[in-house]
């Protein structure tokens, strides 16, 4: 049976100066791994183009899994029949594109979190090639963070999280330091993008801290409505949920600077419409959405003295959620420019590849921001979110990111407008299937008993009179053995 060559990638531990580079005398095994776990597979021959299978073997021996090595030289030989020419220059220069006026070489920035707290941090970002920062959130209370302060969710045996608890509030610095921090931030990178995050508990704090930011120098402000473990009240997303303070302190800000103003929602809401009209109406320049899920975790890691409390989920999990929220934003006609001015989208929540950068993007924001894929992964990922989304444009033929703006808007509908006259037919591939009988169980138990499995041959059998077309039996199949027919009108 043929290697799973993204399963295989899923367990490199991802190593900081990999030893399987080191080992190999004519490439970067490590690099294309890498390559392959964050969606550029089939970029990944040009740093393996020239490796000979001595050199992939020596890498193999130098691995240092816990487990047993990574099967590179199968993994790369499976991969590359023949190299992949490197094809320099490709798509380069294609990612440029504004938010509120101001140029970004890229969509790609930090987003407001422990990512993102010291000039150093930020300063190894940007050399990284992030196009700009939505630095860590500064207020002028007194910050007093717990320990342990994160948890993560993750499957046994795997050092990936798909889910992430975070109990850290704002900036500990002194509020003077963070703006000294932003200034010299802009000064030293003047083509980065320089965003201060502040939250306030009054009108004037408000209005102070957009002051500072502007003196600053900074691109714009971003106002935190929606941390959700602030230990103060009238606060963080005790402000999101509630459109007539949204409202007012957007209203203050924007009176106070000239700098772009935008407001952070919360997703802790039933409507986010609602808390981004009041933005909207006090003359938002764009919309930053959305910040951490409360939420629960219970296992031991979560204790701080023997207690837990409700804090912010972020991580891959949450990214249905977010993109629920944005296009919820962009399909309301009034903050999408139906009456005048069109307030910008910039897409947070579990974006960690370039195809979930891009899902955003497709839904309307114009730049995106990143956080736990950082904290597990590190500023590297920006690698493969730069080359995957600029081969992407270079397939398709595209000259620029904003040709990807919300182009999938008109097929996202309500269910009331979805076909429910023609049904497509799942299909099985016989040299594909395995006989693992996972998709009989999954139809008997949680479809439509569509599915009868001959326990002799080991062979699924799909029952047209009873199939739905749900394709339950294709979620499930795990060799990807189960396909679809052409769509047809229903008897």
């Not at 932003?182 to 995050?197: D, F, G, I």
């Not at 106002?223 to 302190?249: H, I, T």
Request: proline share 5%; hydrophobic share 40%.
């Amino acid at each position: 049976m043929k290697l799973n060559i993204y399963e295989e990638a899923s367990r490199c531990l991802l190593c900081e100066d990999a030893p399987c580079t080191k080992a190999c005398a004519t490439g970067d095994p490590a690099r294309a791994i890498r390559a392959i776990r964050f969606g550029n597979g089939k970029l990944a021959g040009r740093w393996v183009a020239e490796c000979t299978d001595e050199d992939l073997e020596a890498a193999e021996r130098a691995c240092i899994h816990y487990d047993r090595p990574i099967r590179i030289k199968e993994m790369v030989r499976q991969t590359l029949p023949l190299p992949l020419p490197r094809r320099e220059g490709q798509g380069e220069g294609l990612l440029s594109i504004t938010f509120c006026g101001i140029p970004c070489e890229n969509p790609f920035f930090l987003a407001s979190s422990a990512v993102c707290t010291n000039y150093e941090m930020v300063a190894r970002a940007f050399d990284a090639g992030w196009a700009g920062v939505f630095y860590k959130t500064i207020c002028l209370q007194e910050i007093r963070e717990v320990s342990p302060r994160f948890d993560a969710c993750q499957q046994e045996g795997s050092a990936d999280f798909y889910a992430f608890r975070n109990m850290e509030q704002l900036s500990e610095n002194p509020v003077e330091m963070d703006f000294d921090i932003l200034r010299r931030l802009k000064q030293n990178y003047p083509t980065k993008v320089v965003v201060a995050s502040i939250m306030g508990q009054t009108e004037e704090q408000w209005i102070e801290l957009a002051k500072m930011a502007e003196e600053a120098g900074c691109d714009a402000v971003e106002l935190n409505f929606s941390c959700p473990q602030m230990r103060l009240a009238g606060m963080g997303s005790d402000v999101g949920q509630n459109p007539e303070l949204v409202l007012f302190y957007t209203a203050y800000v924007k009176r106070s600077v000239s700098i772009p103003v935008i407001p952070k929602m919360t997703p802790n809401i039933t409507q986010i419409n609602q808390p981004a009209m009041a933005s909207y109406f006090a003359g938002a320049d764009a919309i930053s959405a959305i910040n951490t899920i409360k939420s629960v975790t219970m296992g031991d890691r979560a204790e701080v003295s023997g207690r837990k409390a409700v804090s912010g989920l972020s991580g891959r999990a949450v990214k249905p959620i977010a993109l629920r929220y944005i296009l919820e934003m962009a399909q309301n006609p009034v903050l999408n420019g139906a009456h005048g001015k069109k307030v910008e989208l910039s897409g947070i929540g579990g974006i960690e590849t370039w195809r979930d950068a891009l899902e955003f993007i497709q839904l309307g924001c114009r730049n995106v921001q990143v956080c736990t894929a950082v904290m597990q992964y590190g500023y590297r990922i920006i690698d493969d979110l730069i080359l995957g989304l600029q081969n992407y444009l270079a397939e398709r033929g595209l000259s620029s990111l904003d040709a990807l703006v919300g182009e999938e808007l008109p097929n996202l509908v309500t269910p009331t407008d979805l076909d429910r006259e023609t049904i497509v037919y799942p299909k099985i591939d016989r040299e594909r299937c395995i006989g693992c009988g996972r998709c009989h169980v999954s139809c008997m138990d949680g479809g439509h008993q569509a599915i009868v499995f001959d326990t002799d041959t080991r062979q699924p059998r799909i029952v047209g009179t009873k199939c739905v077309g749900c394709h339950l039996c294709r979620l499930v199949c795990p060799t990807g053995a189960i396909g679809v027919t052409k769509r047809i009108n229903k008897k």
